[in-house]
C-alpha cells in the first residue's frame, strides 16, 4: 500500500534556528497538507498545498513558515527562526482527486520537532 | 464546517462492540462524515467515510440517520490494539477545492482485556 513518508523522524534544534522537514507523499496525488499536533493537544491544520501554490493556511502559518514542492516528489515545511512553541508533532498528508465520492488523506507518520 | 461533538473517552473490553456517537447539528448539504483514528505519536487514519445511511468497510460501520445531524461508528469486537484517539470530522466535497481536516479532541477509547 502506498504511503507518504517524513525525514527526519525526530528534530531536535535550538531557539532561532531554521529547520526543513521533509516529505515525500504518495506519487499520484495532487493536494498536500501540513498539520501539527503539540503534545497532548489536537491535530492543528497549518497549510494545503495544490498545483503549486497555497491554497489556504492557518493563522499558525506565519511569516516564519514557508512550503515548498522542490521536484516532483519532495514537498517541505521550513521554519526560519524556530520557537519554543514550536515544539511539536509535523504531520505531513497528501490526497488524491475528489471523484468517485470518497476523500481521504494519508498521513505521514510525523516528524517530532524539539525547540530548546 | 459543521462543528462536531463527541465523548471525551469511552471504556470497552476486549470482543464487545462499541459506538461512538457524534453530533453534527450544522452539517451542510455537501458535507460528508468522515471518521480518522489515532495511535499514540502516529498520524490519524482514515477508518471510513459516508453521506447517509450506513456504509460499512472490512473495519467498521457508520450509521447515519436520515437528518444527518449525527452519526455513530460502530467497531465490531474491538481488540486491545483498537485502543486509539477516534475522531469525527465533516468534510466538503464541493468543488475541486482543497479540504482542511479540522480535527476535535477526539474520543478516546480504551480497549481492556
Known amino acids: 500500500e502506498p504511503e507518504v513518508t517524513q525525514t527526519p523522524s525526530h528534530q531536535v534544534t535550538q531557539m532561532g534556528q531554521e529547520v526543513i522537514l521533509r516529505c515525500v507523499p504518495i506519487?499520484?496525488?495532487?493536494?498536500f497538507y501540513w498539520y501539527r499536533q503539540i503534545l497532548g493537544q489536537k491535530v492543528e491544520f497549518l497549510v494545503s498545498f495544490y498545483n503549486n501554490e497555497i491554497s489556504e493556511k492557518s493563522e499558525i502559518f506565519d511569516d516564519q513558515f514557508s512550503v515548498e514542492r522542490p521536484d516532483g516528489s519532495n514537498f517541505t515545511l521550513k521554519i526560519r527562526s524556530t520557537k519554543l512553541e514550536d515544539s511539536a508533532m509535523y504531520f505531513c498528508?497528501?490526497?488524491?482527486?475528489?471523484?468517485?465520492?470518497?476523500?481521504?488523506?494519508?498521513f505521514g507518520p510525523g516528524t517530532r520537532l524539539t525547540v530548546t | 464546517l459543521a462543528k462536531t461533538t463527541q465523548p471525551i473517552s469511552m471504556d470497552s473490553y476486549e470482543g464487545q462492540e462499541v459506538n461512538i456517537t457524534c453530533s453534527h447539528n450544522?452539517?451542510?448539504?455537501?458535507?460528508?462524515i468522515t471518521w480518522y483514528q489515532q495511535f499514540p505519536s502516529q498520524g490519524p487514519r482514515f477508518i471510513i467515510q459516508g453521506y447517509k445511511t450506513k456504509v460499512t468497510n472490512e473495519v467498521a460501520s457508520l450509521f447515519i440517520p436520515a437528518d444527518r445531524k449525527s452519526s455513530t461508528l460502530s467497531l465490531p469486537r474491538v481488540s486491545l490494539s483498537d485502543t486509539a484517539v477516534y475522531y469525527c470530522?465533516?468534510?466538503?466535497?464541493?468543488?475541486?477545492?482543497?479540504?482542511?481536516?479540522?480535527f476535535g479532541t477526539g474520543t478516546l477509547l480504551a480497549v481492556q482485556p
Open positions: 506519487s499520484n496525488h495532487l493536494y
Open positions: 498528508a497528501s490526497s488524491g482527486s475528489l471523484a468517485g465520492g470518497k476523500y481521504e488523506q494519508y
Open positions: 450544522n452539517i451542510a448539504t455537501n458535507d460528508y
Open positions: 470530522l465533516v468534510v466538503s466535497l464541493q468543488g475541486g477545492a482543497t479540504n482542511k481536516l479540522i
